[in-house]
């Protein structure tokens, strides 16, 4: 999964090209999958047995939030994050082979994401101004899981706070740009194909092989 800057990085590329009506809702909801009790829950990992396949059911999240998605914020924020997710299980295990069951490898994964945290929150211009949106606890949204947000204004604090540098062992500079101008632009045809009620992306079709957890 992309890291929470990441994927704020993408938003507010997103917010840069069209416009939303709240976007503080829309930069938590892009945040907010990745904080729940369990992430396999929280981005609906559908098992497609049949094809002995994984993805995440974005299927199923817009049929469940037909009635939000195109006006409230944080829910169309959820489901770019599950968008962006699928996008990138794509980007690093089938362009460039990533391999998480070689021992230490997500380690350094999650060293890379430190590294990299300083240089896109700078070439991105984020910044941390990031609100819990108003009874949170009673959105529908929060039938999905139980969402700790504590947590979440606390990684957001440190991931602003970090000044990490060295070279990367696998996700490089280069690659965090190259994902993110592509994630942007499959948002930006996700959002367009919602608008028109057509052509969205499908869970199925975009199912990985039933290999390394992933």
Known sequence: MASSI???AITCELIKTRGFKD???LKFGAILADYGSDRETTHLRQRIQELNKKSYNV?????KYKDKLLTDDLYLGYYL?????????HFVYDRYNWNPRIPGNMERLYRDYNILNTYVRDKYGLVNDLRVPENLAQESLCDIDSFDVDRLESDMNRYFASTADGDAFFFTK???DIFISEAVATCNKEIDALIKGEGM???VQEAWDNGPKA
């Open 174 to 176: 280069e690659m965090a």
């Open 59 to 63: 299927n199923l999240f817009r049929e």
């Open 201 to 203: 992306m499908d869970s």
């Open 23 to 25: 976007v503080n809702r």
């Open 6 to 8: 990441i994927h704020l």
């Open 81 to 89: 994050h599950l968008v962006q997710d699928i996008c990138y299980r």
